[in-house]
């Protein structure tokens, strides 16, 4: 782990953007790292204890699901499962405007319900990367005002993070 070096992230469009109400925008981020921590499979770093086999391969994930969400916490602290992911979420943005990702992101924080999309939910396991690291993420604004997105590239270990500024105006 001392060798672990932090993704690279890369947002690869300009750091600020004009948009309409509605108007759907793409976002495209690009990721590399060095591959440390290795990935891991589903459940391995959750915080809850499961029962039988405990996520070997020959699992269905509804019944890995259903016992991981209803037993009890092994330890205080939440574990977090390991692999590259990049995710993109509202930093800032105007008063009761709303921000829609397509497809839904991942969520950034440590969300321990059995089913959330979150790095510290039982049974989840990162997505693939694509071989070039870009990944295009479609955006669509409520209302007028000045939105900061944040995107965060998270190896499971270390991250980093870039923003970009979307100005909606009618």
Known sequence: MRSNKPPVLHIVEANTRNVKPGQPVQLVSEVKDDGIPKRRGAGAGA???TTGSGGQSGDA???????AGSAPPVRITVGKNVGLHVTWFLYRGPVGGKVTFDPPQIKPWEDTRAGANSPWAPVWMAPPIPADGRQPVGVTFSEPGTYVLHCRADDG??????EITVVVSK
């Not at 270990?157 to 870039?162: F, R, T």
């Open 157 to 162: 270990a270390l991250v980093s993070d870039e």
């Open 61 to 67: 994930a509804g019944a890995l699901l259903a016992r």
């Open 47 to 49: 915080a809850v204890r």
